[in-house]
């Protein structure tokens, strides 16, 4: 069913919603976003550095234990400029085909725009709705969304989106 068929009259109303629908999707946050907001989301691209994994990303990703990654961080905006969202993506570029990795290089391309085209997918997403509480940096988090990214049966990262409560408040606007 079409976000937009959906009446939703307060923003933790749009919470509750944006929760139950990416607990059960396996397609991207920013698409999600942009059907419940009627309007386009861009991706604003932060960071981009590498690191060690921790213990929770060996375990998730059943990677070995000297395995590095890329940390990347980025905010998802509406076109009015609201922050819609924070990312971030821990993602093991030796598990990708080489013409990704070499698109990975480029900080100013959104990982999802290279990752579409080999097919990959969310799986075992966790959700937790805040409903606009402040949490421990004090932003104001409606919707938490946490994800492994696998291209077939390879998983390759893990995804979090931190949704706002502006957001929340903008998609409940009539």
């Known amino acids: 069913m079409p976000l937009n068929v959906c009446a939703v009259a307060s923003?933790?109303?749009?919470?509750?919603?944006?929760?139950?629908?990416?607990?059960?999707?396996?397609?991207?946050?920013?698409?999600?976003?942009?059907?419940?907001?009627?309007?386009?989301?861009?991706?604003e691209v932060i960071s981009r550095t590498d690191r060690n994994l921790t213990a929770s990303e060996h375990y998730q990703l059943d990677a070995d234990p000297i395995t590095?990654?890329?940390?990347?961080?980025?905010?998802?905006?509406?076109?009015?400029?609201?922050?819609a969202a924070k990312t971030e993506l821990v993602i093991l570029p030796q598990r990708l085909p080489s013409d990704a990795r070499v698109a990975l290089a480029d900080t100013r391309i959104p990982i999802d725009k290279i990752?579409?085209?080999?097919?990959?997918r969310r799986l075992d997403r966790r959700v937790r709705c805040r409903r606009g509480r402040r949490d421990s940096?004090?932003?104001?988090?409606?919707?938490?969304?946490?994800?492994?990214l696998a291209i077939g049966d390879t998983r390759v990262g893990v995804?979090?989106?931190r949704i706002t409560g502006e957001?929340?408040?903008?998609?409940?606007?009539?």
Do not use: K, M
């Open 11 to 43: 923003a933790d109303g749009v919470a509750s919603l944006l929760a139950t629908v990416l607990a059960v999707s396996e397609r991207p946050a920013t698409l999600l976003l942009e059907e419940l907001a009627h309007t386009e989301i861009h991706i």
């Open 137 to 148: 940096t004090g932003e104001n988090v409606a919707v938490e969304s946490f994800a492994l």
């Open 167 to 174: 957001f929340c408040r903008l998609a409940a606007e009539p």
């Open 115 to 120: 990752l579409a085209p080999l097919g990959a």
């Open 68 to 83: 590095s990654g890329q940390h990347h961080a980025g905010l998802l905006r509406t076109t009015g400029g609201l922050v």
């Open 159 to 161: 995804t979090t989106e």
